[in-house]
């Protein structure tokens, strides 16, 4: 088993190859690779492995098979922390026999597991060492497919590969400052789930107001449905923008959630603002 942290951002198709250009232009950035990857999702019929938070997978690399199982994990920092269990497979079947040492080995019939969905698309890497961190910057551009139609998918993803954590936070914050992004705490396999009719992602009341406010709007980017929600979340992590221009920002998106929220996920504002809350909050 091994932990995965990573900050995950949405934007439009145009705004992937701006951020690639932006990120290949860093000092510190080394070209990586690019591949086609087909990854296909398991689960029983009434969805256990979602009910436990968890994911399985089988991906497609092109030079071979690896099954994945990750926990949804926790949020800190603006990123994800999620448990991780890989194995290679020799051929494109799951191997369920591979999952009795993990949290799954028990409450969940194994033999049930069938597939759900896809999230297949091309991923294009390169590596940021700057010195305090080693972070690996991923551009995916593909579909989800779930219930015989395709939705676009087009992401980036900074995991940490080692150093200083806080460096995640930092080149995301960066590359707000240049292109449209989006802190979408909505994964992949999520949105498969709800895409194919399995899940309907709701807020939890048990969450901190900031997780809650950026979940909140993640869900009206997934769901198309509840300004009402973000602007109660809005209303409660108020007390954290202690800046004057985190205020600015909060007072911004609040008018642009009642009169206009059409088109939000495009403007730059919003990833910046959600950026700098998550910095100034994590700060103290």
């Known amino acids: 088993m091994a932990q995965e942290l990573e900050i995950k951002l949405t934007v439009v198709p145009a705004g992937l190859e701006q951020a690639y250009g932006w990120f290949e232009n860093q000092s510190c950035a080394n070209s990586g690779e690019a591949r086609e990857l087909v990854n296909q999702y398991y689960d029983t019929?009434?969805?256990?492995?979602?009910?436990q938070r968890a994911a399985l997978r089988v991906r497609?690399?092109?030079?071979?098979?690896?099954?994945?199982?990750?926990?949804?994990?926790?949020?800190?920092n603006g990123a994800h922390r999620?448990?991780?269990?890989?194995?290679?497979?020799?051929?494109?079947?799951?191997?369920?026999?591979?999952?009795?040492?993990?949290?799954?080995?028990?409450?969940?019939?194994?033999?049930?597991?069938?597939?759900?969905?896809?999230?297949?698309?091309?991923r294009r890497t390169l590596m940021l060492d700057d010195g305090r961190a080693s972070i690996e910057c991923a551009f995916?551009?593909?579909?989800?497919?779930?219930s015989d139609t395709d939705w676009p998918l087009h992401e980036i993803e900074l995991e940490l590969k080692?150093?200083?954590?806080?460096?995640?936070?930092?080149?995301?914050?960066?590359?707000?400052?240049?292109?449209?992004v989006f802190l979408n705490l909505i994964?992949?396999?999520?949105?498969?789930?709800?895409?194919?009719?399995?899940?309907?992602?709701?807020?939890?009341?048990?969450?901190?107001?900031?997780?809650r406010f950026l979940k909140s709007l993640s869900l009206l980017w997934l769901k198309e449905e509840g300004v009402a929600d973000v602007l109660d979340a809005l209303a409660a992590v108020e007390p954290l923008a202690k800046s004057a221009?985190?205020?600015?920002?909060?007072?911004?998106?609040?008018?642009?959630?009642?009169?206009?929220?059409?088109?939000?996920?495009?403007?730059?504002?919003?990833?910046?603002?959600?950026?700098?809350?998550?910095?100034?909050?994590?700060?103290?």
Do not use: M
Request: overall charge negative; some cysteine.
């Open 82 to 122: 999620r448990q991780e269990w890989e194995w290679p497979l020799l051929g494109r079947d799951l191997n369920i026999g591979l999952l009795a040492d993990t949290p799954l080995g028990e409450g969940v019939n194994l033999a049930e597991l069938e597939p759900v969905f896809e999230t297949n698309f091309r």
């Open 162 to 180: 080692g150093g200083d954590e806080a460096s995640l936070l930092y080149w995301a914050s960066k590359l707000a400052q240049d292109v449209p």
């Open 245 to 284: 221009n985190c205020a600015v920002e909060l007072a911004w998106l609040r008018q642009r959630l009642e009169d206009q929220p059409k088109g939000i996920f495009e403007d730059r504002r919003l990833g910046q603002f959600q950026l700098l809350l998550v910095d100034q909050n994590e700060a103290g």
């Open 140 to 146: 995916d551009a593909g579909v989800i497919r779930a």
């Open 45 to 51: 019929p009434k969805a256990e492995l979602n009910r």
């Open 60 to 76: 497609d690399t092109g030079d071979g098979f690896i099954q994945t199982l990750k926990t949804q994990g926790d949020f800190s």
């Open 187 to 211: 994964s992949k396999a999520e949105q498969g789930y709800y895409r194919a009719g399995l899940h309907r992602p709701q807020l939890a009341a048990d969450k901190a107001p900031l997780e």
